[in-house]
């Protein structure tokens, strides 16, 4: 079976980094690209980063740009995000998401086959 397994999440203070990693099992990792989206209380899935299955097309949205970097190590199937100067607003469980389209790297969350449960990031104010 498909597993995805985020972990890194926590709170942090406004200003700080933060990593976050995502383990994939069940799956040809290298075949599929990877994403990292959020959702924030009241609000909608938003898309914050993707990557291509060979990891060297990467994807971000506005507000990640320039401050955040999503990269993979395909051999020990993880996928990571960093994120600097983390902000009050990036407060939002983040998940996970596979597409068996390894050039994919959508912005589309419907796309993606496969989630995982998601990662708590509470940032202070």
């Known amino acids: 079976q498909v597993q995805l397994v985020e972990s890194g999440g926590g709170l942090v203070e406004t200003g700080s980094s933060l990593g976050l990693s995502c383990i994939a099992s069940g799956l040809p990792f290298d075949s599929y690209a990877m994403a990292w989206f959020r959702q924030a209380p009241g609000k909608d899935r938003e898309f914050v980063a993707a990557i291509n299955g060979g990891g060297g097309i990467q994807y971000y949205s506005d507000s990640m740009k320039g401050r955040s970097a999503i990269s993979r190590d395909n051999s020990v199937n993880t996928m990571y995000l960093t994120v600097r100067n983390i902000q009050p607003t990036d407060t939002a469980v983040y998940y996970c998401?596979?597409?068996?389209?390894?050039?994919?790297?959508?912005?589309?969350?419907?796309?993606?086959?496969?989630w995982g449960q998601g990662t708590q990031v509470t940032v202070s104010s």
């Open positions: 998401a596979a597409d068996r389209r390894s050039g994919g790297a959508t912005l589309k969350a419907a796309q993606y086959d496969y």
